[in-house]
């Protein structure tokens, strides 16, 4: 077996070992893999093998790798999981099935109005700086329902909620934080885990784990 099929076998039976711990089904956890920074002959093998989620980080990358990849493969699905400016919302909905870092009120409004414009509707994952890091993407915890109340009166799907915790620190606190904060504001979806955590993050409940290096090996 050549090596991404085998390291997307371990990534998927590790979340489904971690669901199994927690008496959920691995069916309710979706596998995005983080490609970014990797070009299309490292991300081929992965869809051959059988993934179809992916997820890029910046929108100008994206452009750049997807549509040939996906003219081969049209029942891929991308996220994008990036930090994402308000001007290049037009080009995210276009290109994007999902988006995992609404984060404030200038983007709710860029992207209902390139949601209208394109009359497609993509589901958002709203950003939570769950480790109230100031440098960090996401809204401030304090500010979590007003966001959403103003997502969802502007007709945009909500996905659930999205964090990064804080680096170097025990990451289940976090995700049982995200978890609450979801629960409390009625949302389902819960993006959380990466490489490092997401067998945490799976028996913590995520619906989403993004996982790029455990698949693809570190970025350069
Ligand atoms: C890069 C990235 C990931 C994947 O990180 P790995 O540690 O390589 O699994 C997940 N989420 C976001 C937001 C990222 O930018």
């Known amino acids: 077996m050549d090596q991404p099929a085998a390291l997307l076998e371990d990534v ?15 069916a309710e956890v ?3 893999a983080v490609s970014k920074t990797h070009p299309a002959e490292r991300i081929a093998p992965l869809i ?9 980080n910046r929108v100008q990358e994206a452009q750049a790798k997807w549509p040939a990849l996906r003219e081969a ?3 891929i699905a991308l996220h994008l999981v990036g930090q994402l400016q308000s001007n290049k919302a037009q080009d995210a909905v276009a ?13 709710v409004a860029a ?3 390139a949601m209208d414009k394109a009359g497609r509707r993509v589901p958002c994952f709203v950003q939570v700086d769950i480790g109230e890091e100031e440098q960090k993407g996401g809204c401030a915890i304090a500010a979590l329902p007003a966001l959403l109340a103003e997502a969802r009166s502007a007709g ?22 995200l978890a609450k904060l979801a629960d409390d504001t009625g949302v389902a979806g819960l993006s959380m885990g990466m490489s490092d955590d997401f067998e945490t993050a799976v028996m913590l409940g995520a619906t989403h784990v993004r996982v790029g290096s455990a698949l693809f090996g570190a970025r350069s």
């Open 30 to 32: 979706t596998l995005v």
């Open 73 to 75: 493969h049209p029942a």
């Open 111 to 113: 992207l209902a109005r």
């Open 95 to 107: 290109l994007f099935d999902c988006i995992h870092s609404l984060d404030r009120p200038s983007l």
């Open 48 to 56: 051959a093998a059988g993934q179809r989620v992916f997820g890029e």
């Open 156 to 177: 945009i799907p909500l996905a659930g909620l999205m964090c990064v915790p804080p680096l170097g620190l025990e990451p289940a606190p976090y995700f049982a934080l």
């Open 12 to 26: 998927r039976a590790r979340i489904a070992a971690a669901a199994k711990i927690a008496r959920r089904d691995p």
